[in-house]
Nanobody, 123 residues
Framework: QVQLVESGGGLVQAGGSLRLSCAAS????????MGWFRQAPGKEREFVAA????????RYADSVKGRFTISRDNAKNTVYLQMNSLKPEDTAVYYC????????????????WGQGTQVTVSS
């Protein structure tokens, strides 16, 4: 089993930046596509961003494209989500996810999930 632990969440003002980290353990991290999802109160969990095992392929939700950047460091078994120009509508619990799909960057079907980290953007 792959264990994922998110960190870096917090309270920021609109227009500010925050970087989330997800540390993985238990299996070979470099073989997994990694993704970020979020869930706001009263809403369903939605896809945010994903990155292929090699780091060469990325995908973003339209709502965050141009503002968020996903990256990974396989040597450190860690994936990051750099969030810039944050908006109040970005407020949600952010979850890290993993799936073993080499060369594929899906928006759903992830097998492993972290516990989530709260991101709150004030206006």
């Amino acid at each position: 089993q792959v264990q994922l632990v998110e960190s870096g969440g917090g309270l920021v003002q609109a227009g500010g930046s925050l970087r989330l980290s997800c540390a993985a353990s238990g299996r070979t991290f470099s073989s997994y596509t990694m993704g970020w999802f979020r869930q706001a109160p009263g809403k369903e969990r939605e896809f945010v961003a994903a990155i292929s095992w090699s780091g060469g392929g990325t995908r973003y939700a339209d709502s965050v494209k141009g503002r968020f950047t996903i990256s990974r460091d396989n040597a450190k078994n860690t994936v990051y989500l750099q969030m810039n120009s944050l908006k109040p509508e970005d407020t949600a619990v952010y979850y890290c996810a993993a799936v073993r799909r080499p060369g594929v960057v899906p928006t759903q079907g992830y097998d492993y999930w972290g516990q989530g980290t709260q991101v709150t953007v004030s206006s």
